[in-house]
């Protein structure tokens, strides 16, 4: 099979994947190990060895089966990755890298998300991954380090899902089912023809949720379309709608709540009746063209996302900005890439990006799960003009330098509508303008071993929904200012005896003003600047055969986050694991048969600037059953999943900074899931 190559923002709208030619021969003795990653940057499958750079990419065959609700899953040991899931479906997927990501109170910050290439994440930095279907992604890459910085406002990291393009006609029906009335069904129609291929696929999803007050329903549409113009030129149009009518919200528990019934819901949230809808539609375009050694790109999208979320208070004072969120967002951005390949030692590349983003937001109080008056009326709008560059060269047959600049350019402007003799006129409007750099150089001693070193300077500007809110007053946090950091890394990457593979890389990341939490109370969420904060640790990953039948995969991620100045000097940041470990077996059986195990550990982790209370470490055993049948053109296949099979109490993620001390949000216990997918060949 062949990988759709993604046509919009590339895993390296910082370059850095694109190699030489000479480069990339020097790995060719290596071909036949299963060693290379798909680098969206330049539309081809590039040597993993040879990158300069800490990046991953899991197939989702290599990983459990799962119920594709949880964006999560996939992402299960990639060293440096911590996702945590909520197990509840109001407050979406916490995915942290190194440490940047750890402060969203929902969704996900300081990270850029793509999906094939298209950009999930707002111009202001904000993302949420409920919006991705998540059975068309195929696989998943993820590139951690200072090379990341090139994605500017989002530039802790990137995670790219990605999908494939149809290579058979077929029709499929597919089902999941679990505990707590959990149903998803799913139908996917794809055509392949010579020039054209499309996929049109949709899902129903629905349960009771594992804690009273916790039910999700969720209907998802997704069509793909896929035009081969000429040998030369492809065509690619996306559309996906995402709609979540009901999201109920029980709340996070408090340490003592939790220990006495990890399974309640606080009262406050049935009293208020705690919920969001969701309504995300986003489409794109994206043409290619490849001629004379240089691949020009252009993509265009457009969206609308509509919140409508109920908070557990009532909002009702009048300098409050209520306690329910009716947002209207629109965004649309518009990029265009060039890649020229001057000769065997010398690659450049350059690309533009303009993103807009308008929200009209509403507050209302919560009059006991009702809307009641009007709190709050404005218009915010985010533009984002970036401009970058890069070049790669290969400065002899073992080494390569690669550079980049990035520059960013982001207005923010709030028009305040609701003006009363309480609440003043809280329009106002901030600039910031900012330069990123990065560079590496990579040494690859031998066929089979390279090294590299790189360094970046990157930031972060704030989202809207981070300056939206003060602790005292209302209107735009204007002492809220972007968080800059230095990030180091050395990195090493091997194929060892018999096809292992092995990574090993060491950071060092150095911020000043950090955005972190200030106060979360009840759903609302303040943030302020830390003076400085240091993050440095490990990453290990090392995968292979151990026989023809079983393969595995083990992971290990220590990291120190902590506080560099002021009173908290010393402090771990909360929200952040300091270690993670990871392990799979897969174990190919007889007749169509799989056996998938796996292990899980995760380290304390801090619910508080204070580093007084903590969920306690865990460790997690997960087993899968796959079982694959063929009867001519029909194919059947089915597993079984136990999650959690000890039955362990422990804590998903965090609240961070929880000002009424209800910071753990419990993880399910044992729990037994199926499915089944049948799929027609034509």
Known sequence: MKYFKPLGLPLLATPFYCIPVSHAQMASSTDNIDERVVVTATQTQQSWLTTPASVTRVSRDRQLPTLNIDAGDLLEGIPGIQADSRYNYAQDTRIVIRGFGSRAAFGVRSLQLNIDGIPLSMPDGQAQTSSIMLDDAHSVEVLRGPLAVLYGNSGGGVVEWQSLAPQLSSISFATQQSADNLQRYTADLQYAGDTHQFKLMASDFQTDGPRPHNSAEREQQAFRWYIDISDSQRLIVRYDNNYAPLLQDPSALTPSAWREDPEQTVQRAIDFNTRKSIHHRQGSLSWELERNNATYRVSAWQGDRDIVQFLPFSGADATSSGAVIDLSRQFEGLHAF????????????????????????????????????????????????????????????????????????????????????????????????????????????????????????????????????????????RNLAPSTNSQYEAGLKAILADGWRLGLSYFDIQSDNEILVDQSNDGRTTYRNAAQTSRDGFELSLEGDITERLNAWVSYTDISAVFDSGSLRGNTLPGVAEQQAFARLNYDLAQQWQLQLSARYRGNTFTADENTVSAPSYTVFDAALRKSWQIGEHQLKGWLLVDNISDKSYVGAVVVNQGSGRAFEPAVGRQVSVGLKWTRRF
């Open 338 to 477: 060039a890649n020229w390949s001057l000769n065997n030692h010398v690659d450049v590349s350059a690309g533009w990006i303009d993103e807009r983003q308008q929200d009209h937001r509403f507050g209302l109080v919560n009059d006991s799960g009702e809307r009641g008056d009007l709190r709050r009326d404005e218009f915010n709008h985010i533009d984002s003009r970036s401009l970058y560059g890069r070049i790669a060269w290969q400065l002899a047959p073992n080494w390569q330098l690669d550079g980049g600049l990035r520059y960013n350019d982001i207005d923010y402007r709030v028009t305040d509508s609701y003006i009363t003799a309480e609440n003043p006129d809280d329009s106002g409007s901030r600039t910031f303008d900012e330069l990123s750099s990065a560079a590496a150089l990579t040494w690859q001693a031998t066929e089979k071993v390279s090294a590299y070193v790189s360094y970046g300077e990157g930031f972060e500007t704030p989202t809207l929904t981070e300056l939206a809110y003060r602790n005292e007053g209302s209107g735009l946090n």
